[in-house]
């Protein structure tokens, strides 16, 4: 019992994604759902915030990155691209 007790636990452990920590290289628009008008930003992510990309998620037509910025702000991103990885060490 206990064996299987540990392999769900690092199977659980393994299927969590980390975040990765980035820096926005210019202004972003952002978004509160993958329904959105992604023409009509919910708000903007400043260039030069730092910010963690998450996990993927799909709305019927776009591909959407989930966001968490150090200034408070949450959402959705459409252009990961326009972000470089900062490298923690």
């Given at each position: 019992?206990?064996?299987?007790?540990?392999?769900?636990?690092?199977?659980?452990?393994?299927?969590?994604?980390?975040?990765?920590?980035?820096?926005?290289?210019?202004?972003?628009?952002?978004?509160?759902?993958?329904?959105?008008?992604?023409?009509?930003?919910?708000?903007?992510?400043?260039?030069?915030?730092?910010?963690?990309?998450?996990?993927?998620?799909?709305?019927?037509?776009?591909?959407?990155?989930?966001i968490?910025?150090?200034?408070?702000?949450?959402?959705?991103?459409?252009?990961?691209?326009?972000?470089?990885?900062?490298?923690i060490?």
């Amino acid at each position: 019992m206990k064996k299987y007790f540990c392999m769900v636990f690092f199977l659980l452990g393994a299927c969590h994604q980390q975040e990765t920590k980035v820096k926005a290289l210019k202004n972003v628009s952002a978004y509160n759902s993958v329904d959105a008008a992604y023409s009509i930003p919910d708000f903007v992510i400043p260039k030069d915030s730092i910010c963690f990309l998450g996990g993927e998620q799909y709305g019927k037509t776009d591909r959407f990155v989930e966001i968490r910025c150090e200034n408070g702000s949450e959402g959705l991103i459409i252009e990961d691209e326009a972000f470089e990885p900062i490298n923690i060490k």
